[in-house]
Nanobody, 119 residues
Framework: QVQLVESGGGLVQAGGSLRLSCAAS?????MGWFRQAPGKEREFVAA????????YYADSVKGRFTISRDNAKNTVYLQMNSLKPEDTAVYYC???????????????WGQGTQVTVSS
């Protein structure tokens, strides 16, 4: 059974940083981070190819967030800096066949971790 387990969420003040981790029981997948704020649709945040050579970001997080992976540990990270209250959401990691996969094309999803940014 495929498992993706996120960790690292929490409460942080605006301007602060958090690092999310996603431990996966699968390999050879592109990985993505998505988020869903209360009352809003789930949205793309960042994605990374299996090799780590390609990364993509939503415009709203570009320059503040960094996605990376350690394939030896089957773990993907999301370093979030300069956090804003509008970054408050449940963050999900997902595994997909391609770094260019659309959200509905991702095969496996974690249960999510809450990130709350206070003003």
């Amino acid at each position: 059974q495929v498992q993706l387990v996120e960790s690292g969420g929490g409460l942080v003040q605006a301007g602060g940083s958090l690092r999310l981790s996603c431990a996966a029981s699968v390999s050879n997948y592109a990985m993505g981070w998505f988020r869903q704020a209360p009352g809003k649709e789930r949205e793309f945040v960042a994605a990374i190819s299996w090799s780590g050579g390609s990364t993509y970001y939503a415009d709203s997080v570009k320059g503040r967030f960094t996605i990376s992976r350690d394939n030896a540990k089957n773990t993907v990270y999301l370093q979030m800096n300069s956090l804003k209250p509008e970054d408050t959401a449940v963050y999900y990691c997902a595994a997909g066949r391609s770094v260019l996969s659309r959200m509905n094309e991702y095969d496996y999803w974690g249960q999510g971790t809450q990130v709350t940014v206070s003003s």
